[in-house]
């Protein structure tokens, strides 16, 4: 095949886009140059796969030109311009594509129109109109405040237009409030992306919107918008809750968020209320393998449940679900033995993951449920179908194998794959610095659990040490099973 980004993009496109890219293609208003209807056409015929031995130049030009001679470059230009001009055709697609989804910004472009066309009474019907729905998905996000900047701002040039001075005044004001909260959003928030980027072990840099936040008096700003009733304080104090969360990482400031959330939960849109919830979930998770791992093992446990019943397990319908959203949920269902729970999870929600991890995370989920049921060999069967295709499986897999080589005395494998982990933490570049600390502390007392299960009578006094010192780490994957495990041999 000549163009393969072309093919590659057909190969993307789902049935119902490659219908409406035919339409598209065949529309004079789009397609101003050549007639691209025939290439067109005729690579459809090869949807989805695009594997026929006959797509090559020359079969494209006799396909398209019957009874004509192929030259090799004269007539190889030509298909590859005919490609060059398609992909041009495809990107101008995807975007009227996007921009038929984005309806905001579909209604800014028609009242700014309306505008310039000096249709006064379209423009006050379809400004009325956008503000009893106000029914964004995004609000309470920086982009919803943005998108209301541009609506104030189009008003603010209507109202100009038509001498309205103190419309114009009101409207540049809000316009205003609206820039204002966007920055402080974005300001607050950046703290809950440097936490994610110490996750992931990246690299941060200087940045002008932490050079704002120091500088600034926030919490004066805050206050004065509570004595003022102002419109915007419950937006700007969520997220200087979330700021607070990040910086102080004080369990006081994980519960006043949750539990302002749970009081303006109506304000926020879908697609915010999916990040401040996995704002908190994040928290959770971070303290579920320290020594409060009790409490906000099921703090996990109910924001998880909660999120399947609002809906708001993914950004949108239209979405997958998330493949490491999926795993905390099972695996936090499997600690606090939630089987049943676990089990309607698994058959429920399975589907909605991508195709491309959906096996294998079954699988994994299967596993985990087997293994709260204490059903090993089932257990280990489900994770040797595992491909390690995603960094999670790669430590997941190996510490949940570990367990089962202990509950089932496998001690030669255990041992095996203690030092294999350890190489492969060694060479390793994805693992961040939480997750191989976890993990290497767990193969440190798993080591020294499996020395005690075989070793004489006498030797099992350094048992209370070994408790001692699992509870009290600060960082440790798999805790709770290995707390398990040491009061079984003491007992």
Not at 52 to 74: A, D, R
């Amino acid at each position: 095949m000549t163009d393969s980004k072309l093919i590659n993009l057909f190969k993307k496109l789902t049935p119902d886009e490659l219908k409406d890219l035919e339409k598209f293609i065949a529309s004079p208003y789009f397609s101003r140059s050549r007639d691209l209807n025939p290439i067109f056409k005729l690579l459809k015929q090869s949807y989805p796969e695009f594997s026929g031995k006959n797509l090559n130049n020359e079969f494209i030009f006799k396909s398209l030109y019957p009874g004509k001679k192929y030259e090799n470059v004269k007539s190889g230009n030509l298909i590859k311009t005919l490609f060059s001009d398609m992909f041009r055709l495809c990107k101008e697609f995807l975007i009227q594509n996007e921009f038929m989804k984005d309806s905001k910004r579909r209604e800014y472009y028609l009242l700014n129109q309306l505008r310039k066309k000096q249709m006064n009474r379209e423009f006050e019907k379809e400004y009325g109109k956008i503000l009893k729905e106000d029914c964004f998905n995004n609000k309470g996000s920086a982009e919803y405040f943005i998108e209301n900047y541009y609506l104030q701002s189009v008003k603010r040039d209507y109202s100009l237009d038509n001498d309205d001075f103190a419309n114009t005044y009101e409207s540049a004001l809000s316009a205003g409030e609206y820039a204002a909260v966007t920055a402080l959003v974005k300001c607050l928030r950046n703290a809950d992306e440097k936490t994610l980027a110490d996750m992931f072990n990246l690299e941060t840099r200087y940045n002008l919107t932490d050079n704002m936040l120091r500088n600034l008096n926030i919490g004066s700003v805050i206050e004065e918008m509570k004595d003022n009733n102002d419109r915007f304080y419950p937006y700007v104090y969520t997220y200087y809750l979330v700021y607070k969360l990040n910086t102080v990482k004080s369990n006081e400031y994980y519960f006043a968020l949750k539990n302002h959330l749970d009081k303006y939960l109506r304000i926020f849109g879908r697609d915010e209320l999916y990040v401040l919830k996995s704002i908190l979930l994040t928290y959770c998770s971070v303290k579920s393998s320290g020594n409060e791992r009790e409490l906000f093992q099921k703090e996990q446990f109910k924001l998880y449940d909660e999120n399947l019943r609002l809906g708001i397990y993914k950004r949108g319908s239209e979405e997958e679900f998330h493949v490491v959203l999926f795993r905390n949920m099972v695996l936090i269902a499997g600690t606090l033995r939630e089987t049943k729970w676990l089990e309607n999870f698994i058959e429920k929600y399975s589907r909605e993951l991508p195709e491309k991890h959906r096996e294998n995370m079954i699988n994994f989920s299967n596993a985990f449920l087997c293994m709260s049921e204490k059903n090993y060999e089932k257990a280990l069967g489900y994770f040797s179908k595992i491909k390690l295709n995603l960094f999670i499986f790669k430590i997941d897999v190996r510490i949940y194998q570990m367990i089962i080589y202990y509950e089932l005395n496998y001690l030669d494998q255990g041992y095996s794959l203690i030092d294999s982990t350890f190489h492969f933490l060694a060479d390793t570049g994805e693992a961040s610095e939480i997750i191989a600390e976890s993990t290497k502390n767990f193969l440190k007392y798993y080591k020294e659990l499996l020395k005690l299960k075989y070793s004489e009578i006498s030797s099992k006094t350094d048992l209370p040490l070994l408790l001692k010192n699992v509870n009290e780490e600060k960082i440790l994957a798999s805790r709770d099973w290995l707390i398990s495990k040491i009061l079984e041999l003491k007992a």
